[in-house]
């Protein structure tokens, strides 16, 4: 129960989409490298117009360059749809070709190796179709600001400036960036001037250490400037006026993390400022060096911080400021190196600030997701160097597995060892490109271990261990036995997994821990204890990556549930107990939810106590529906919902008239649709009018009106899809016409249409909704999509086009 939102992350591209050859699909077969380069790029100064009203811009490239050999006569650029007007080398004209993606300079004199050259281009943009986005005002949405931003990874910087579009190229850089006057512009670095002239203003940003082109960055709106600071170095938020103390909410606890951050790596933050700016259209966020793009949705307001914030987001993207920009993938196969180490520290971020509970909870949300994505999407190793697009490997393996390798290499290595690798490999590697093989060097010059078994293991093969575990106690020996089984399958690309596990045997006054190594099919061990044991457990501190089944005595699963130290293992005790069935088992759901003292466990076990459709289970449910805990009361209603009755009804519908938090709120209209939405078809209208923060009330209460896929409600679903309704409405519309399409033919079509919004966002939605009908009319419009510039559109109409295609066609 994890929460999640696919648009909140750091670009996760997984559409949810599933179905066969998916792998064949994305993950294709040809390998690729890193490109080479002729040259080195050594500064970047781009002088840049900005047009809101054109949607364009005219700009200067200056290019500082070095020559890597003899006889350079020509000089590549990735360009794509530059109008490129003039370019000089040195201050010369030269002829250029700008075609095919590539803008190509002929030189009438060859470089030499070390020879440097200042590349002039002069050029405009109109449009771009990635790479520079502008928001607007318009029929699409009125209620959108007037904004310019930036989103070059993986490899879209190519679409607004011309350069050497691959992570392993690193520079310094400059912007000067001309806006209409009243607007700011942000970039990278320093800001070494502002000038305001007649009716505009130049902003111009100084980069003075390398880093990668992808991470060049370009912010324009009517933002205000919130000051912050750590340490002496300048800590800054950004966002549209009015919203400061949203943006407080937010970004406020960066300082902090920033402290946590610098201590614990003993490395300081590298550069002269942070800064993130809040924008609207963002699909997550991106940490853009010094300078972080945010979604707008990181902008919370007083009501929806009762029980939501954006810790984990802020975390995840200055932890990118060290991995990832500091130290950067040399190529995107190796980009587990930027995203696990990422997403491993706003985890830890998270214990620091919140507890240990906290951070065990968001681990198992991130082993859950990555379990999903493999078992129903594809498997792969981490590292993969066969990949269509940059982007599909953008998935829940390089962000949530790559957390857990790390999750589990610290554990291999001990605290100590493990901060002074990363410590180490942060200082050898300052400024530069990596691969996965200079964490492995970095590691073993700290510890004189060699890793590659591990990297081996976990890195570069793929899927993770499964395990069945039986417990046996013999009264007369007094003796605990265990049969541990590996029970995935295995192949050359999945072997047996060799692990270090521990066994946690409790008892009254005592705890005995054991470690094994497991690396064969089975084993069977043998403990004396001093008695009997309460309870046992198996990883009982979680450090292990797998699945686990485990067949013990019911007494100790209710000693687990009630008494397990940690809340991680109380809540693996629920579903088990609720499988039961029995009232006994209802009642002591029922008595750990009330006393359950972490919110996350408590709404696993109310999860379970709704699985149990018995009368005393449901009586159970209705009695904790008023619990204080918002988190926990909307977990409560939805296991309440699963018992369709009129007193179930009832009770939700007291908490979709109104409840503090907006998030119990909108799930309440949410299952208050699918128990009795005829009749409450008054208050759920009402409700679409209501203001919260992602209009998450509102498309809650759409989410009710469809959920009986009444076909009285598609043609709200209709007009809701469509501007000028605000994104999360329209999302929420979109998400639930794919379930009329087999009622109304004009769905399909519909869907189509949609695809063609201006915000990216929607595009995703529509292009998964389409995946998800298996119908042939999508095809021709997923074709076409095929061809987007957009690399994340592409990916999302491949898979949709691959599951459309395997739903239709006949087997062979």
């Given at each position: 129960m994890a929460e999640r939102n696919e648009f909140l992350g750091c670009g996760r591209a997984y559409s949810g989409l599933s179905g066969p050859n998916i792998k064949g699909v994305l993950l294709g077969r040809a390998t690729r490298y890193a490109p080479d380069r002729s040259f080195d790029t050594l500064h970047i100064a781009l002088d840049i117009d900005i047009d809101f009203r054109r949607r364009s811009a005219h700009a200067t490239c200056r290019t500082q360059i070095r020559a890597f050999s003899d006889k350079l006569k020509r000089l590549e650029f990735?360009?794509?749809?530059?109008?490129?007007?003039?370019?000089?080398?040195?201050?010369?004209?030269?002829?250029?070709?700008?075609?095919?993606?590539?803008?190509?300079?002929?030189?009438?004199?060859?470089?030499?190796?070390?020879?440097?050259?200042?590349?002039?281009?002069?050029?405009?943009?109109?449009?771009?179709?990635?790479?520079?986005?502008?928001?607007?005002?318009?029929?699409?949405?009125?209620?959108?600001?007037?904004?310019?931003?930036?989103?070059?990874?993986?490899?879209?910087?190519?679409?607004?400036?011309p350069c050497h579009d691959a992570p392993h190229e690193k520079t310094t850089n400059e912007m000067r960036i001309t806006v209409p006057k009243g607007f700011r512009?942000?970039?990278?670095?320093?800001?070494?001037?502002?000038?305001?002239?007649?009716?505009?203003?130049?902003?111009?940003?100084?980069?003075?250490?390398?880093?990668?082109?992808?991470?060049?960055?370009?912010?324009?709106?009517?933002?205000?400037?919130?000051?912050?600071?750590?340490?002496?170095?300048?800590?800054?938020?950004?966002?549209?006026?009015?919203?400061?103390?949203d943006a407080r909410r937010g970004m406020?606890?960066?300082?902090?993390?920033?402290?946590?951050?610098?201590?614990?790596?003993?490395?300081?933050?590298?550069?002269?400022?942070?800064?993130?700016?809040?924008?609207?259209?963002?699909?997550?966020?991106?940490?853009?060096?010094?300078?972080?793009?945010?979604?707008?949705?990181?902008?919370?307001?007083?009501?929806?911080?009762?029980?939501?914030?954006?810790?984990?987001?802020?975390?995840?993207?200055?932890?990118?400021?060290?991995?990832?920009?500091?130290?950067?993938?040399?190529?995107?196969?190796?980009?587990?190196?930027?995203?696990?180490?990422?997403?491993?520290?706003?985890?830890?971020?998270?214990?620091?600030?919140?507890?240990?509970?906290?951070?065990?909870?968001?681990?198992?949300?991130?082993?859950?997701v990555y379990f999903d994505e493999d078992a129903r999407r594809y498997r792969r190793a981490i590292v993969c160097s066969t990949y269509k697009y940059p982007w599909i490997l953008f998935d829940r393996h390089l962000y949530e597995k790559g957390a857990w390798v790390l999750h589990m290499l610290r554990r291999n290595l001990g605290d100590e060892l493990w901060w002074k690798c990363v410590g180490h490999y942060l200082r050898k590697h300052r400024d530069q490109s990596v691969e996965t093989s200079d964490l492995m060097a970095a590691i073993e010059e700290v510890t004189g271990r060699n890793m590659k078994p591990f990297f081996d293991q976990w890195i570069f093969k793929s899927g993770y261990p499964q395990f069945r575990v039986q417990y046996d106690w013999n009264a007369k020996t007094k003796t605990a036995s265990l049969w541990v089984l590996q029970t995935q399958d295995v192949s050359d690309e999945t072997p047996l997994f060799k692990v270090k596990a521990d066994f946690r045997f409790t008892g009254r006054g005592w705890v005995k821990d054991y470690t094994e190594e497991l690396s064969e099919k089975e084993h069977r061990f043998t403990y004396r204890l001093p008695s009997e044991p309460l309870d046992f457990e198996f990883d009982p501190d979680y450090w292990l990556l797998k699945k686990v089944t485990i067949r013990k005595p019911q007494a100790m699963w209710r000693h687990q549930l009630l008494r397990a130290k940690r809340a991680r293992s109380r809540l693996a005790a629920a579903d088990q107990v609720a499988y039961w069935g029995s009232d006994e088992s209802a009642e002591l759901l029922a008595k750990a939810v009330r006393t359950e003292r972490f919110w996350g466990a408590a709404c696993e076990m109310a999860a379970a106590l709704g699985s149990i459709r018995s009368e005393l289970a449901f009586k159970r449910l209705t009695e904790l529906v008023a619990i204080r805990q918002p988190k926990v009361r909307r977990a409560v209603l939805e296991a309440l919902a699963r018992h369709a009755r009129p007193q179930s009804a009832a009770l939700i519908a007291?908490?979709?008239?109104?409840?503090?938090?907006?998030?119990?709120?909108?799930?309440?209209?949410?299952?208050?649709?699918?128990?009795?939405?005829?009749?409450?078809?008054?208050?759920?209208?009402?409700?679409?009018?209501?203001?919260?923060?992602?209009?998450?009330?509102?498309?809650?209460?759409?989410?009710?009106?469809?959920?009986?896929?009444?076909?009285?409600?598609?043609?709200?679903?209709?007009?809701?899809?469509?501007?000028?309704?605000?994104?999360?409405?329209?999302?929420e519309a979109m998400r639930h016409l794919a379930d009329y399409a087999a009622f109304s033919p004009a769905v399909v079509p519909w869907l189509c249409e949609l695809t063609a919004e201006a915000d990216e966002r929607l595009n995703l939605q529509a292009v998964g909704a389409l995946g998800r009908l298996e119908d042939r009319r999508a095809l021709p419009t997923l074709e076409k999509l095929k061809s987007s510039p957009n690399s994340r559109i592409r990916v999302y109409a491949e898979e949709a086009i691959a599951k459309i295609r395997a739903g239709i066609e006949p087997k062979k």
């Open positions: 990735d360009a794509v749809d530059l109008q490129v007007s003039a370019t000089t080398v040195d201050g010369k004209r030269v002829r250029h070709t700008n075609k095919k993606g590539k803008l190509t300079l002929s030189l009438p004199k060859a470089l030499i190796a070390g020879q440097e050259a200042e590349v002039v281009v002069r050029y405009k943009v109109v449009k771009p179709k990635s790479g520079l986005h502008f928001v607007y005002p318009g029929p699409h949405n009125p209620k959108n600001p007037v904004q310019v931003w930036s989103q070059s990874q993986p490899e879209d910087a190519r679409y607004w400036f512009a942000v970039s990278n670095g320093a800001l070494i001037e502002t000038k305001h002239r007649g009716g505009t203003s130049t902003y111009h940003w100084k980069m003075d250490k390398p880093h990668s082109i992808y991470l060049i960055s370009l912010a324009a709106g009517k933002f205000s400037e919130i000051a912050d600071s750590w340490d002496g170095i300048p800590v800054t938020y950004y966002c549209e006026k009015g919203r400061e103390a406020g606890k960066t300082p902090k993390a920033v402290e946590f951050f610098s201590k614990m790596t003993g490395v300081r933050y590298p550069y002269e400022k942070y800064a993130q700016v809040a924008v609207a259209e963002y699909p997550g966020g991106m940490e853009h060096t010094t300078c972080t793009t945010q979604t707008d949705a990181i902008l919370i307001d007083k009501r929806a911080a009762l029980d939501c914030d954006m810790d984990l987001l802020m975390a995840h993207e200055l932890a990118h400021q060290w991995f990832g920009d500091l130290v950067t993938c040399r190529d995107w196969s190796h980009a587990w190196l930027n995203e696990g180490f990422a997403t491993y520290f706003e985890v830890l971020f998270q214990e620091h600030d919140k507890g240990k509970e906290e951070a065990d909870y968001e681990m198992l949300g991130n082993a859950r007291k908490l979709a008239r109104r409840d503090p938090s907006a998030r119990v709120e909108a799930e309440a209209c949410r299952q208050l649709g699918w128990l009795d939405g005829k009749r409450r078809q008054g208050l759920l209208r009402k409700a679409l009018s209501k203001a919260s923060w992602r209009d998450m009330v509102a498309a809650g209460a759409l989410g009710g009106l469809a959920a009986r896929r009444d076909k009285g409600a598609l043609e709200l679903l209709k007009r809701m899809s469509r501007a000028p309704h605000a994104f999360g409405v329209r999302a």
